[in-house]
């Protein structure tokens, strides 16, 4: 999905994703961030076609670890939404967690990632939410096929709550 107003730092590559949320190394799925504003995001991922992708199991990567990958582009976009309030800023710094809460509406339309040759591309769109609750809906594509689609509610909670396996820490 394009966006129709993207944010004026459009791209940001692998090793800026991983400095925005807590996945690293070959867990940080994701290849770049193609375009983001305020409401959404477009990332692209190749991971999936690695044989040392940490989500595979017995030989193959199933098509809802495209949930992560979404989960990812989610972390990403909360960290740049509030890096952009705090750099004009709306807010003051301090760090949030997000967890996945939940995942509604999931439809995969494929069994496997790892059979796509073309490049991942996530889309993630914020629905709603506030300062503590956040509603997306997201997309996995390879090229024009739509492997599969849902909606995530992620959760924030301030620092003293952070746990590891969180979605993304989040500057508020």
């Not at 496997?112 to 956040?134: F, K, M, P, W, Y």
């Not at 997309?139 to 396996?165: D, N, Y």
């Amino acid at each position: 999905m394009l966006l129709t107003r993207p944010n004026i730092l459009a791209t940001l590559e692998h090793e800026d994703i991983a400095r925005r949320i807590p996945h690293q190394g070959s867990m940080c799925l994701l290849d770049r961030v193609s375009a983001w504003n305020d409401e959404q995001i477009n990332c692209e991922a190749s991971s999936h076609r690695t044989l040392s992708n940490p989500l595979r199991a017995f030989g193959r990567l199933g098509a809802a670890c495209g949930i992560e990958y979404a989960a990812q582009a989610m972390a990403v976009h909360g960290a740049l939404v509030a890096e952009a309030k705090i750099s004009t800023g709306a807010v003051k710094p301090a760090a949030q967690v997000g967890y996945l809460a939940s995942v509604r509406g999931v439809t995969l339309y494929v069994e496997r990632l790892d059979e796509q040759r073309g490049v991942l591309t996530i889309h993630a769109a914020r629905i709603s939410g506030d300062a503590s609750i956040i509603l997306y809906r997201f997309t996995v594509h390879a090229q024009q096929t739509l492997l599969l689609a849902g909606r995530a509610v992620v959760v924030l909670k301030p620092p003293h709550f952070a746990r590891p396996g969180s979605v993304g820490v989040i500057p508020a």
